[in-house]
């Protein structure tokens, strides 16, 4: 088997999903986490200056998505067709579309502002989300985004809802079927494991 | 041979990068344009209330990156290997973040800001990621971005340029072997022929 090694800041952000394949999967790697400070001393050593970074067997890949696609691939969670690798990604666009709403609100410096995003993702945002992807898992059979298994599609949709929650715990209450699957997915022993003693950051 | 059926509004956008991979895999495909009175009256009949949208035989895929990559891999596009097809899937990331950085300046209404964007996109955004790009090329022999010939990833760093050399003509004037990959890769046949002929737009 290959050596992993990841590198990426000490929280979730854009590394956590890459976290999450590894430990869904049951694959070892090298679980590397700077604080800001330790970062700015290797940002240099990076393809383009930035984190997340894959090395494999000494190959560096980039780009948060380009790797946890590449590591759903070699770890047989990328889908089993063309297009269900298709549809993954596009749950993984989707929620990505969250995220930049998600970040804007985290990273606003005015507290005005910063309020009156809070009350559009909770008001107009999160139920749009959990509408769309509590409506395409039902369209799947419930049990999973895309296939009859465990994808990467469903560790993107659990992942990009860790922060919301982290601020608006309630926000799937309206949504218990999209709520089943992120239970049933996090109690997955290897990812419940992980997911148990991982250090508790905002982001 | 599938039907496809693109749709996406009348500019270049999120959905060239697809246009690209139409024309440049020499396939036929519906290109349906909208102005913003139509997309209005449809938007309610896609996915996700979003464009772009690819129909391949009635079934529909979201999200502009999703549906390139699907189409590359359709088209032979996508690269040889996995790490091949992660490498573009990196090279379109770094594209995307760019982009993230041209939407801001291009959808600023205040003057002001919108010269301070300008400013430091020509100043520190283009000439960095031109570098990135261009010596991401260099390591790769010169030609193409990944592997011996084109992907979805040289199709990726020509869209991603083509606002910015709108409002920046020079922006490449200081990376030889980025523009000369870029003329040669928009002199191939399908895509010249289709380059030639598209309707001028900001975006």
Chains 1, 2 share one sequence.
Not at 27 to 37: A, G, Q, S, T
Not at 163 to 185: E, G, N, V, W, Y
Not at 187 to 195: C, D, E, G
């Amino acid at each position: 088997m290959p050596t992993y090694k990841f590198q990426y800041f000490d929280g979730r952000g854009r590394g956590e999903i890459i976290r999450y394949v590894f430990h869904a999967a049951d694959k070892d790697f090298e679980d590397i986490r700077y604080d800001f400070p330790t970062w700015a001393t290797i940002k240099e050593s990076t393809p383009f200056g930035q984190i997340p970074v894959l090395t494999v067997d000494g190959k560096k890949l980039a780009q948060s998505g380009s790797i946890a696609r590449y590591l759903a691939r070699e770890f047989g969670l990328a889908g089993k067709t063309s297009w269900e690798q298709a549809l993954i990604d596009q749950y993984m666009g989707l929620a990505g579309d969250l995220f930049k709403e998600v970040i804007k609100f985290y990273f606003e410096k005015d507290e005005g502002k910063k309020k009156e995003l809070l009350k559009n993702l909770e008001d107009v945002l999160y139920p749009k989300f959990c509408g769309f992807f509590q409506n395409a898992l039902e369209k799947n059979g419930g049990n999973y985004f895309v296939g009859s298994g465990l994808t990467l599609g469903d560790l993107a949709v659990i992942d990009i809802f860790d922060t919301p929650l982290h601020h608006s715990p309630k926000l799937m209450d309206a949504f218990p079927k999209l709520q089943a699957h992120r239970q049933r997915i996090l109690a997955l022993p290897n990812l419940a494991t992980y997911v148990q003693k991982r250090k508790v950051t905002d982001i």
